[in-house]
């Protein structure tokens, strides 16, 4: 049973640094891109980062570029996403996604997800 496992969210003050790390299950971590996403209530999830299975190029959003940093442990299988300089707008719920080809910005395009982990950065 694939499960993509999210950990390390919580509440911190704009500016400050945050890391939410996924941990995908079996052969996906290997085998699948990796996406992040992001969705606050009433929106539609928004693309936050993705990943090649091989851990490179890496893609981000307008709205997250050189501030988040998408990145593979390859000795602790897990995917992390180290954000700084956390803004107010990056509050949200924060998933994980797997997909069987390249990274994709459509949440549609995506095989698998996880539970979510909130975010929430206050002024």
């Known amino acids: 049973q694939v499960q993509l496992v999210e950990s390390g969210g919580g509440s911190v003050q704009a500016g400050d640094s945050l890391n939410v790390t996924c941990a995908p299950s079996g052969y996906i971590f290997n085998s699948y891109s990796m996406g992040w996403f992001r969705q606050v209530p009433g929106k539609e999830r928004q693309f936050v980062a993705g990943i090649s299975r091989s851990g490179s190029p890496t893609y981000y959003a307008d709205s997250v570029k050189g501030r988040f940093t998408f990145s593979k442990d390859n000795a602790k299988n897990s995917i992390n996403l180290q954000m700084n300089t956390l803004k107010p707008e990056d509050t949200a719920v924060y998933y994980c996604?797997?997909?069987?080809?390249?990274?994709?910005?459509?949440?549609?395009?995506?095989?698998?997800w996880g539970q979510g982990t909130q975010v929430t950065v206050s002024s």
């Open positions: 996604a797997a997909r069987l080809g390249v990274i994709a910005y459509d949440e549609d395009a995506y095989d698998y």
